[in-house]
């Protein structure tokens, strides 16, 4: 392992070298690797024992040619950071990988020019499809993709209108139901706390619902204080810093997400408010993180378990040559926890 | 892209179709993707364009071939849930991007078998090196990385003994230094909760270096009341209920990680117990869910961007053909927050 020879100078085990070793056919080794229950117990162990001893690995490139396939699914998320991807990618792979599917997942930074270059290498290192988060992207990368044949689904985000199969939620819809419900309690002098909404179709989403909800109860949606940071519990407690300041203050926050919303909850009680009794604040995505801080967040459920599961099984029928008869809506639900209250006074 | 057309039905562009397009020689094509400082910006714009039109991605078989590179570094992870290997992850990508590099992530859901698929699928796809999490795995799949030629080093986990080169940190040092502090403060009657120790080398060193405390200050090791668990809030949380119904109740709590000794906390406040007056609760990692909660979470901070960092610079090495000369130990740090005090009474 302290070596790293030139590959030019060991040639690479093939597929007879695993046959002779094992001291069976080369059809033998290849009905190991591609259909095992069909050899008998035996001869596969002592196959199998070549293939370690050998560190022989089938040439994905001549299978991926024989087969058009290369059972690899790649995946590209904005983070890795926070859990929020995290919980629908576990799922999501453990679907691809009952059907014997691989998942490898590159992360951009929210950064679209390094999204662009990871759906290429995904690509080019043969990836059968693609799962991509939310509808924002240049047009370019989608007409590489079809000109490559590669299929790929859109998540985390639903939307009819965009043209492309996606599975996911409607983000605005479900902010306005929570938004409603803070505005329900009496508040109206309202703040908010957003991710960056450039090239985040979730973040501007939801802040437009939290403007639908304003609308709809007769409250000026552009007397809403709108502080758009970085996605960070650090950021989010500055932003929270700069809203306490206001004169008059705002009575209620809605933060875009959960990470967000736990940097205001600590920000407000380091600065001696109470929440929900001098503030209230709300978060999005119903993270682990929601629930262990005191009190509880109120925030958006988001099924992401589910959501991978059927992201898996929409890729699959995808790759088999099935299209996508329509994108997939699934529903959020408000969790009403300890941290929206009415405003003081 | 409802559609997954045969790939074999639309000929790839090549690099000719795309000099053609762009009114220039396959030579200025070259030249753009592999030196673009060398190309006139107005000249470089217009290859781009047609790369991009064209869907066309250069062909890293032919290139890998001529420069024996893929540019591509592999990292298997434990699991992607929870945030311990995210922030170094995003370091490591960071240091990786800043020299051309693209990094790929497969998650093994602790399972040695999914680990072992995940790092032959990544050997396949052309990694040029990998990132694996801690020592332990199958020698196997050591001789199958050197037969390749691919260069592999160990992270989060320090051992000079292991004959494999590694960044990381002495868990077991680090653990024993915690443990020291929790009995300074009186505590005699401690419990554990840690994850679960099979193929898991960090989790077994840290509890080896709580007995380890427990020996040098006198205590039988014996004593020590252990559960192991899945990695999650709410095993952390069955785990306490488990610890404080025996009689007499341990007074402190050393959990294996944040997340468990968070899952802990709660479940003590849930049964009416004050953290730290009626029980102690320790974790290990740092990650941001220590600082959220309340009272803030005594724990061991371990460098995890530096060691992301740092990591890439020692792989880009390997690659280059260079050995590392030996494993890096980094240093952890304790955080004596809220949650350790003395035992009751």
Redesign the interface.
């Known amino acids: 392992?302290?070596?790293?020879?030139?590959?030019?100078s060991?040639p690479?085990?093939t597929l007879a070298d695993v046959a002779s070793r094992a001291g069976v056919s080369t059809a033998t080794v290849s009905r190991c690797l591609n259909a095992p229950a069909q050899v008998v117990e035996e001869t596969r162990k002592r196959v199998l024992q070549a293939v370690?001893?050998?560190?022989y690995?089938?040439?994905?490139?001549a299978r991926a040619l024989a087969a058009?396939r290369?059972n690899?699914v790649?995946a590209v998320i904005p983070?890795?950071?926070?859990?929020i991807?995290?919980?629908g990618?576990?799922a999501f792979?453990?679907e691809l990988?009952r059907n014997g599917i691989?998942?490898?997942?590159?992360?951009s930074?929210y950064r679209p020019e390094?999204e662009a270059?990871?759906i290429?290498?995904?690509?080019?290192?043969?990836a059968d499809?693609l799962l991509l988060i939310g509808h924002d992207r240049?047009p370019?990368i989608?007409?590489?993709?079809?000109?490559?044949?590669?299929?790929?689904l859109i998540a985390w985000a639903y939307d009819e209108t965009a043209g492309?199969?996606s599975i996911g939620f409607d983000n605005r819809r479900a902010m306005a139901g929570l938004a409603a419900q803070v505005i329900a309690q009496g508040h109206t002098r309202l703040a908010a706390i957003s991710a960056e909404q450039a090239c985040n179709d979730r973040a501007r989403e939801r802040m437009n619902g939290v403007r639908e909800a304003m609308q709809a109860a007769g409250l000026p949606p552009e007397g809403l204080h709108l502080i758009e940071v970085p996605y960070s519990?650090d950021h989010g407690a500055e932003a929270m810093g700069q809203l306490m300041a206001l004169s008059p203050r705002p009575t209620a926050v809605i933060c875009g997400n959960d990470?967000l919303a736990?940097g205001a909850m600590?920000k407000a009680q380091e600065m001696g408010l109470d929440v929900p009794r001098d503030v209230s604040v709300t978060g999005f995505d119903d993270i682990?993180?929601a629930?262990?801080?005191?009190p509880q967040l109120t925030t958006v459920h988001v099924p992401h378990r589910d959501m991978g599961r059927q992201a898996a099984q929409l890729l699959k029928q995808?790759?088999?040559?099935t299209?996508?008869a329509q994108s997939v809506a699934l529903q959020t639900e408000l969790r009403l926890r300890g941290t929206l209250g009415p405003p003081p006074g």
């Open positions: 392992m302290t070596k790293n020879p030139d590959p030019a060991k690479l085990p370690q001893d050998l560190g690995s089938p040439n994905f490139g058009k290369t690899t790649g983070t890795m950071d926070n859990a991807f995290a919980r990618l576990q792979q453990e990988g691989t998942m490898l997942v590159a992360s930074a390094l270059e990871q290429r290498a995904l690509v080019a290192r043969g499809a240049d370019a989608y007409r590489f993709l079809e000109a490559r044949g590669v299929p790929a492309k199969p519990v990470v736990v600590q682990e993180l629930r262990v801080v005191t995808m790759i088999g040559g299209p996508m």
